[in-house]
């Protein structure tokens, strides 16, 4: 049985999410997912950037068994907490987990303040000889070794554990090089020549031969430690701030709402809101969940979720989302959706899964990191016999073999991918562009076509009238005005097109009377003594009245176009024809061509006529032999389907239920998060808005994305090819490849960070 928080304490079938404590780098990370791994059922995905676990499970496996497994190989792991139950008090504090990372990063921080103090003494005195007075180097042992042990100590206690467990990490490098340069250097200055009173030596940036006994390498063990501390911190502090998106989205809801119980307004924390609650939102706050409006009229901001600058209007019965400000008047809403279910935390969920998860270049990462460590080990036991037994001298092998050590500390390597991914799906979730998986990425580079669904997805997907025609005579506003009051009383599409735009247009409509709907034909009544008719020709020709030729002219074009046509009669005469369409989103032709930039083939699909189909297609700039029409709901997968079959990489974008399908079957799902539940549940990336620009925002973030992984990764793995070389022919100090091997880790971070700067063309 599975809990709402996803959890589960029995065993059976479910997914669970693990907050993950103790990993220090990609090793890790890879260790715990082959652990989880190894249970029957397990699914497991560990992230080392995130702290944490995705975990999939079946049969006889609960969650307690996985705390156990990961625990086991030596780190911690928590189940999320259950959620607060409805009308429980609220939580007043910031999370635990917050806490505890704020914690961590301020330890982590006295740590490193008090080693580089310790440090740089140790170091000034290493690299000016001139400064070596008598006795310098017992000094230097004194500031070194609380650096060593006590600085260095998050790094032994993990190799540590990692040895009891059999295995090997970054932090086995890291100890074995600090602690091995400690230990030769108390080594040379108790049995050596280096503790004499009045040595002295200088600091060189490559490694001459001697015997050993009087080289110290105190500089290089609290160097190394000091520089990785200071990798590690601007790595934690980069790592919290690429979760700042995904956390100001979950700060992004009300705290508390006034909701009306009995005729009077009481006003509880946003947590005891249920499903049914009717809460009123005054101008200026914010609507507190998802819900319908019952009351009031207003224009709600919406920019904070969607991006969209534009207020929406609202009225009786219009949707509205959690999280949105209500920027006019007082409005009554009626809560359909709350805690979990809500918008805003369903795009807070779809951020965090994709964050959790991995591309396939990362997959290769982990496998590299994975055995990177033993060879390293053994490259830094091979570098020492060799130097040692052709004669190089002691100092020059132990220098040499802990250089090899300490440069080839796989951090970069690991947090390539992690944390590119979790500042791209962070910065899209600020611009509503929610990407579901790191997989997507690998898609967006692939495609080539494009396919759009025309109605909701191009067109505004709702009836509008375009034209008036009238006959020789009439007053247009007149036949609006007339037409728009019969068609009052109807629920058809049509008829809610022309009564909005005549009340738009004229004002306050009369009533109707005598109202009655001719089946297929249009509507008949009564208004202010006329008797009106409107809908098809066919019902003006069974009440004998015939169009004049201009409107029949006007009607034909109309339809010629795939528009719909009506016609207005009243008193026994013609008066007019009204023209209605599903209008072209003023955006949709520059997304066109925008999604053309990109390399991509715009096709057109839809179910509606093919000559309605060519006048959308001719107006946004899509090609007539890229238009597919008359296509059933059910069949859309399958032209998709078509469209691979004949070699192409298809995204497809869609807002409908009949589109759901189709998005899952193509190489890359965009669904509008104007449409379905369902839409949305089968896309790869959601776009909250309901603008096509944002697609080709959506596919230009999610490649800047990819890109700045595969730089990434390039330049991490560049970074240690070229320096295990040059590490183990004893060019390199170890001093120097600690702080190379930690600015190779911060280079990393930088560089992801630089996808917050990514802007949405979208206007």
Known sequence: MTSPSGTSTQPGTGSVELTIGGMTCASCA?????????????????????????????????????????????????????????????????????????????ALRERLTVSAVLTVPVVLLAMVPAWQFD???????????????????????????????????????????????????????????????????PFSFTIERSDGGGNIYLEAAAGVTTFLLAGRYFEARAKRRSGAALRALLEMGARDVAVLRDGREERVPVERLAVGDVFVVRPG???????????????????????????????????????????????????????????????????????????????LADRISGVFVPVVITLAVATLGFWWGTGGGVSA???????????????????????ALMVGTGRGAQLGILIKGPEVLESTRRVDTVVLDKTGTVTEGRMTLVAVHT???????EVLRLAGALEDASEHPIARAVATAATERTGALPAAEDFANEEGLGVRGVVEGHAVLVGRPRLLADWALALPAGLERALADAEA????????????????????????????????????ELGLTPVL?????????????????????????????????????????????VAMVGDGVNDAAALATADLGLAMGTGTDVAI??????????????????????RRTLGTIKGNLFWAFAYNVASLPLAAAGLLNPMLAGAAMAFSSVFVVSNSLRLRGFTAQTA
């Not at 650096?147 to 790094?155: K, Q, S, T, Y």
């Not at 507190?288 to 207003?298: I, K, P, Q, R």
């Not at 006959?471 to 506003?477: H, S, Y």
């Not at 790869?684 to 603008?691: A, E, H, K, S």
Request: glycine share 10%; hydrophobic share 45%; with cysteine.
């Open 285 to 363: 706050e914010k609507i507190a969940t998802d819900g319908t409006v019952t009351e009031g009229s207003s224009a709600v901001d919406a920019s904070m979720l969607t991006g969209e600058s534009v207020p929406v209007e609202v009225r009786p019965g219009d949707a509205v989302t959690g999280a949105t400000i209500n920027a006019g008047g007082r409005l009554v809403v009626r809560a359909t959706r709350v805690g979990a279910d809500t918008q805003l935390a369903r795009m807070a969920r779809m951020v965090e899964d994709a964050q959790n998860g991995k591309a396939a270049v990362q997959r």
């Open 135 to 201: 006795g310098w180097q017992w000094i230097s042992l004194a500031l070194a070794w609380p650096v060593v042990v006590w600085g260095a100590w998050p790094f032994h206690r993990a190799a540590f554990t990692n040895l009891r467990h059999g295995a090997s990490t970054m932090d086995t490098l890291v100890s074995l090089g600090t602690l091995a340069a400690l230990g030769w250097s108390v080594y040379a200055l108790l049995f050596g020549s280096a503790g004499t009173l009045g040595m002295t030596h």
């Open 681 to 702: 549940e089968a896309a790869d990336l959601t776009l909250v808005r309901g603008d096509l620009r944002a697609a080709a925002d959506a596919i230009r973030l999610a």
């Open 471 to 477: 006959a020789e005579g009439e007053d247009e506003a």
């Open 397 to 419: 092998a132990f220098t040499a073999a802990v250089a090899v050590l300490i440069i080839a500390c796989p951090c970069a390597l690991g947090l390539a991918t992690p944390t």
């Open 605 to 649: 699909l839809t179910g509606d006529n093919a000559r309605a189909a060519a006048v959308v297609a001719r107006e946004v700039g899509i090609d007539a032999d890229q238009v597919i029409a008359e296509v059933l709901p059910q069949d859309k997968a399958d032209v998709v389907a078509r469209l691979q079959a004949e070699g192409r990489s």
């Open 30 to 106: 890879n260790r715990i997912e082959r652990k989880l791994n190894k249970l029957d059922g397990v699914t497991a995905t560990v992230n080392y950037a995130t702290e944490k676990a995705k975990v999939t499970y079946a049969g006889d496996v609960s969650v307690e068994d996985l705390v156990g497994q990961v625990e086991a190989a030596g780190y911690t792991a928590e189940p999320p907490p259950p959620p607060a139950p409805a009308g429980g008090p609220p939580d007043t504090g910031a999370p635990a987990g917050e806490e505890r990372e704020d914690g961590r990063l301020r």
């Open 561 to 596: 176009e795939g528009r719909t046509a009506v016609a207005v009669a009243w008193d026994g005469a013609a008066r007019g024809v009204l023209v209605v369409s599903d209008t072209v989103k003023p955006t949709s032709a520059e997304a066109v061509a925008r999604l053309r």
